[in-house]
Nanobody, 123 residues
Framework: VQLQASGGGLVQAGGSLRLSCTDS????????VGWFRQAPGKEREFVGA????????QLADSVKGRFTVGRDRAKNMVWLQMNSLKPDDTAVYYC?????????????????WGQGTLVTVSS
């Protein structure tokens, strides 16, 4: 599994960004995929996850109502749509493939991690 997150950038508060996560080796199609983020000086935290077929997702309370997560199996891509962004959302965002097929929320449930993409939200 080789994951790559992309789509980060600088956006004003209230704006939107869509992050994408692709697996160049196409070996995570039966795994759940999650998004985590890490702000400077803080622990990496769970943002959202989708199960293997896209039929189940879960989101952290801090992003519910603003973010959505899903996957396009045909394109071998998982996305994170971020709306109504706040300065507190500023972080490096990582995607990861779970050890299982479910939409896991704990870091130790993830085995493969991609390089992150930086999201900066200005006030």
């Amino acid at each position: 599994v080789q994951l790559q997150a992309s789509g980060g950038g600088l956006v004003q508060a209230g704006g939107s960004l869509r992050l994408s996560c692709t697996d160049s080796r196409r070996t995570s199609s039966n795994n759940g995929v999650g998004w985590f983020r890490q702000a400077p000086g803080k622990e990496r935290e769970f943002v959202g996850a989708v199960n293997w077929n896209g039929g189940y997702t879960q989101l952290a309370d801090s992003v519910k109502g603003r973010f959505t997560v899903g996957r396009d199996r045909a394109k071998n891509m998982v996305w994170l749509q971020m709306n109504s962004l706040k300065p507190d959302d500023t972080a490096v965002y990582y995607c990861a493939a779970a050890r299982s097929s479910g939409a896991a929320s704990r870091r130790d449930e993830y085995r493969y991690w991609g390089q992150g993409t930086l999201v900066t939200v200005s006030s």
